[in-house]
Antibody, heavy 118, light 113 residues
């Protein structure tokens, strides 16, 4: 059974830092690109970032470019999102999602809440 | 960026009736090399993550009931639920998978009339 379990969320001050993790199991992690998608409270889905299978290629939404870094540790079957200099508007539930191919997201984690506030 | 616009924002349909949700992209998401539309539909129930329903505009994901169908090409797409069931109450999102950033529509809130 495919499982994606996010962790690392919580309260962070503006300008601070936080690292989200997504532990993957039940599939061959190294065969799939991975994504982060976020959802502000009561709002819609917003794509954040994608990483390829070996971590050599990453892309970001403009809203997080230069502040967030996606990475993966294939030995640990874990995806990460390093959030630096977060802003109030980064407050959201962050989902990791598996790419089945062609940027179609076929499995999603339950999500982790990040609250940016002083 | 490709802008995805769904209509309506909210929809109330009687049980057993047809529900239709539209999605329009600001530019074509048809990939000429394989003639596939890079458009997906997701369902999100309260307190749950999104669930993939349809990809390539009309290919149903494994395990999705056949009352769900997708159609359209280029810039105009439709998600149809042929006979609404109580468990279909959810917010539905389209997403273009064609070019980064992989934008979503604003969502359509589907309720029972």
């Amino acid at each position: 059974e495919v499982q994606l379990v996010e962790s690392g969320g919580g309260l962070v001050q503006p300008g601070g830092s936080l690292r989200l993790s997504c532990a993957a199991s039940g599939f061959t992690f190294t065969s799939h690109w991975m994504h982060w998608v976020r959802q502000a409270p009561g709002k819609g889905l917003v794509w954040v970032s994608r990483i390829n299978t070996d971590g050599s290629a990453t892309i970001y939404a403009d809203s997080v470019k230069g502040r967030f870094t996606i990475s993966r540790d294939n030995a640990k079957n874990t995806l990460y999102l390093q959030m630096n200099s977060p802003r109030d508007e980064d407050t959201a539930v962050y989902y990791c999602a598996r790419d089945r191919g062609y940027n179609v997201l076929d499995y999603w984690g339950q999500g982790v809440l990040v609250t940016v506030s002083s | 960026d490709i802008v995805m616009t769904q209509s309506p924002d909210s929809l109330a349909v009687s049980l057993g009736e047809r529900a239709t949700i539209n999605c329009k992209s600001s530019q074509s998401v048809l990939y000429s090399s394989n003639n596939k539309n890079f458009l997906a539909w997701y369902q999100q129930k309260p307190g749950q993550p999104p669930k993939l329903l349809i990809f390539w505009a009309s290919t149903r994901e494994s395990g999705v009931p056949d009352r769900f169908s997708g159609s359209g090409s280029g810039t105009n797409f439709t998600l149809t639920i042929s006979s609404l069931q109580a468990e279909d109450v959810a917010i539905y999102y389209c997403q273009q998978c064609y070019s980064s950033p992989y934008t979503f529509g604003q969502g359509t809130n589907l309720e029972i009339k």
